[in-house]
């Protein structure tokens, strides 16, 4: 399975743009990368996903270099309330929900 | 849509005994995953159901361990017989077939003791 490598933390202030990296060198072309991301005590969230183009949602925008071996989730803004663990991942076919595999993520603290 | 509905939130139990966990999927997903999630091995994938069908139940760590899905509003995950190892946070998560976001509960907190 193709692996993806995020920082283990990252600290942004609050009202600041955060920038996300996730390397996934062995990317497939039909893999899919999604984000999730896990607030204390609760189940994981969707985010975002996309192929090759960039992508933009009410929550954030997904960077997808041009060789695909790396992405970048933006939170335009960040609040107290985007403290979190951020998944970077992978899958197949398609872009489903149907084989996610975690890895450890990046913890996000947002500083007030 | 009230999302994914778990019960119970927390279950303490004693070694040896049976443990159900249970899981009402959100309304028309057809897909439906349990996960465990521990401080050592991170979000692991148990199971995976399709149209009340397990697909890849290769995340099972043994025959301890067995789910159901009898129709498509109810799941079950069964522990029997429990053992202090299975503490953990069990999620369960629904999509639509094929969609690339899955929708996941409040989780179940086991302890085994």
């Known amino acids: 399975d193709a692996k993806t490598t995020q920082p283990n933390s990252m600290e942004s202030n609050e009202e600041e743009p955060v920038h996300l990296p996730c390397n996934h060198s062995t990317i497939s072309g039909t893999d899919y990368i999604h984000w999730y991301r896990q607030l204390p005590s609760q189940g994981p969230e969707y985010v975002i996903h996309?192929?090759?183009s960039n992508v933009n949602n009410r929550m954030a925008s997904l960077a997808i270099a041009e060789d695909r071996k790396s992405s970048t989730l933006i939170l335009h803004r960040a609040t107290l309330r985007d403290a979190a663990v951020y998944y970077c991942?992978?899958?197949?076919?398609?872009?489903?929900?149907?084989?996610?595999?975690f890895g450890s993520g990046t913890q996000l603290t947002v500083l007030p | 849509d009230a999302g994914v509905i778990q019960s119970p939130r927390h279950e303490v139990t004693e070694m040896g005994q049976e443990v159900t966990l249970r899981c009402k999927p959100i309304s028309g997903h057809n897909s439906l995953f349990w996960y465990r999630q521990t401080m050592m091995r991170g979000l692991e994938l148990l199971i995976y159901?399709?149209?009340?069908?397990?697909?890849?139940d290769s995340g099972m760590p043994e025959d301890r361990f067995s789910a159901k899905m009898p129709n498509a509003s109810f799941s079950t995950l069964k522990i029997q017989p429990s053992e202090p190892r299975d503490s953990a946070v069990y999620f369960c998560?629904?999509?639509?077939?094929?969609?690339?976001?899955?929708?996941f509960g409040q989780g179940t907190r086991l302890t085994v003791v």
């Open positions: 998560a629904s999509s639509i077939s094929g969609g690339p976001e899955a929708f």
């Open positions: 159901f399709n149209n009340n069908v397990p697909i890849d």
């Open positions: 996309g192929l090759t």
């Open positions: 991942i992978l899958s197949a076919p398609y872009g489903s929900a149907r084989q996610l595999t």
